[in-house]
């Protein structure tokens, strides 16, 4: 999951109740870049440390309400870009698999409804209340957009449950049906007719640069193994230098299974990991970061052998590569 899809959550949450660095589980790095991908077991871990620490088991939504989905990011203003509700919709849909890997969004139309439907079948079971309510608040601001504040949907589908469900109903306005097996909000389906919309929000301009193109096409998909490898080590980077321990704990896997597992892909850590820091390094100096910042940021806590790693993968040293791509 891309960090902007729980940035405001935990950025709201650090500031209403003074939270410190770290103590939500995933490193405060992980959030300066909002295209950042972060495993799944790192946002089920996060739910509960953020429901733990704040003892609030509404923190999703209370959290969520005041966010403005158009200035998170040039990705969410291209998802809200369509030129009316069914166009946003689609786009919406379709552009889903590049902030979440493996979950599935659709919305289809059953007699005079449609039920705009999510399921993620990678968070921890006690954590999809926190998941489908954070999903059902966005689907319902992205309506609210186009049919007015005051919009309420027919019926809220919601996972897992919750004791007070008044708060929940106050803010979608409708009856809330606890314990489904997926998250659903429902609303007529005429309401996706150009008449019957309010006047389209003015949407800032698209243009994404070439960075920010890369990394919304570069999502792995949960089958694609190397790649999901890939991803990890570049995620665990946030905790310093990549070991074999963090990596492998982070894939579930024990180190033993981790290095068989490398081994029947053609690969070993030492190699995969340099190859995916080399990456890194190369994207930071498009960033305009210096050698000896990249060097930190990596986790080396020597010049020099990240030079050695860096010039074994790319067969010049970083200052020989900057001087010939970058300057």
């Not at 340099?274 to 890194?280: A, D, E, K, W």
């Amino acid at each position: 999951m891309r960090a902007l899809a729980i940035g405001h959550i935990h950025r709201s949450a650090r500031y209403r109740y003074k939270i410190p660095d770290n103590r939500l589980g995933i490193p405060e790095s992980a959030f300066q870049n909002p295209m950042t991908l972060i495993p799944m077991s790192e946002i089920n871990s996060w739910f509960n440390q953020l429901e733990n620490v704040t003892n609030n088991a509404n923190i999703i939504l209370d959290t969520s309400l005041d966010v403005d989905l158009s200035r998170i990011g040039p990705i969410s203003r291209w998802l809200l870009s369509g030129s009316d509700l069914a166009s946003t919709i689609r786009r919406v849909n379709y552009g889903f698999s590049s902030l979440q890997s493996g979950a599935f969004l659709s919305a289809s139309i059953s007699g005079p409804l449609i039920k705009w439907t999510y399921q993620n079948p990678f968070v921890d079971p006690q954590c999809k209340v926190h998941d489908s309510v954070r999903i059902a608040v966005v689907l319902t601001k992205i309506l609210r957009r186009y049919l007015g504040d005051d919009f309420t949907p027919l019926r809220i589908q919601l996972q897992g449950s919750r004791c007070d469900s008044a708060v929940y109903k106050h803010y979608f306005g409708c009856d809330i049906e606890w314990s489904h097996s997926m998250t659903q909000v429902w609303f007529h389906a005429d309401l996706r007719l150009a008449t019957r919309q309010q006047a389209r929000a003015q949407v800032g301009p698209l243009a994404m640069n070439f960075l920010d193109l890369d990394e919304l096409l570069n999502m792995p998909d949960a089958e694609d193994e190397i790649k999901v490898i890939y991803e990890i080590l570049n995620y665990s980077r946030h905790y310093g230098l990549p070991t074999i321990g963090l990596v492998s704990n982070l894939l579930g896997l024990s180190i033993q299974q981790f290095q068989r597992r490398l081994r029947e892909l053609g690969m070993n850590f030492t190699t995969v990991s340099g190859y995916v820091l080399s990456n890194i390094a190369v994207e930071m100096m498009r960033h305009g970061l210096e050698v000896e910042d990249i060097c930190i940021r990596l986790g080396y806590q020597n010049l020099g052998s990240f030079i050695r790693m860096f010039k074994k993968q790319r067969g010049l040293t970083p200052n020989q590569y900057r001087q010939r791509y970058f300057v």
